[in-house]
T-cell receptor, first 109, second 112 residues
Framework: EDQVTQSPEALRLQEGESSSLNCSYT??????LFWYRQDPGKGPEFLFT???AGEEKEKERLKATLTKKESFLHITAPKPEDSATYLC??????????FGKGTRLSVIA | NAGVTQTPKFQVLKTGQSMTLQCAQD?????MYWYRQDPGMGLRLIYY???????DKGEVPNGYNVSRLNKREFSLRLESAAPSQTSVYFC???????????FGDGTRLSIL
């Protein structure tokens, strides 16, 4: 059974304190690994797609990387506006994406 | 640029009442989805439609029905609402099932 596990469940950082969020996946034949940001009261907002091990994508203070078993979302010098829940999802076969439960990030000024 | 539009945004029902949640997308996507999101449970897929004319069950289909009305619209119906169906419901769409999904802002449903 395809599975996506995110850790930690919650992370509290001081402004400027860099860190990483983890997404471990067990799927048969990965066709894409996706990262989303979700703000309270809103739907998830698509950030990145990664297709193969070694691939990296960047957007402002966020960088996503992919290995054969996991993906990391690195947050460099975060600001309070980066506070949100970050979700990852994996695609395999022709079935819908499998989502992790998310990491709730709080950045304190 | 609307993307995915869900109506209504909020709704309160009594146990046993029926309700249809509406979803429309303007991105010409083939695939559409309905999820529910509960604290600590993450997003759980209720039903999806890989293409116009097809629908399939997801992880938690019991108590729900769906209709893919046309390529743009995908509705979710609760025939006899139960308190366990109190949740936030999200509709999403994508070009294909393995492509990134784009989400609406949700319907917050309370069943008393």
């Amino acid at each position: 059974e395809d599975q996506v596990t995110q850790s930690p469940e919650a992370l509290r950082l001081q402004e400027g304190e860099s860190s990483s969020l983890n997404c471990s996946y067990t799927v048969s034949g990965l066709r894409g690994l996706f990262w989303y940001r979700q703000d309270p009261g809103k739907g998830p907002e698509f950030l990145f797609t990664l297709y193969s091990a070694g691939e990296e994508k960047e957007k402002e203070r966020l960088k996503a990387t992919l290995t054969k078993k996991e993906s990391f979302l690195h947050i460099t010098a975060p600001k309070p506006e980066d506070s949100a829940t970050y979700l990852c999802a994996a695609a395999s076969g022709n079935t819908p994406l499998v989502f992790g439960k998310g990491t709730r990030l709080s950045v304190i000024a | 640029n609307a993307g995915v539009t869900q109506t209504p945004k909020f709704q309160v029902l009594k146990t046993g009442q029926s309700m249809t949640l509406q979803c429309a997308q303007d991105m010409n996507h083939n695939s559409m989805y309905w999820y529910r999101q509960d604290p600590g449970m993450g997003l759980r897929l209720i039903y999806y439609s890989a293409s116009e004319g097809t629908t399939d069950k997801g992880e938690v289909p019991n108590g729900y029905n769906v209709s893919r009305l046309n390529k743009r619209e995908f509705s979710l119906r609760l025939e006899s609402a139960a308190p366990s169906q109190t949740s936030v419901y999200f509709c999403a769409s994508s070009e294909q099932t393995t492509q990134p999904q784009h989400f609406g802002d949700g319907t917050r449903l309370s069943i008393l």
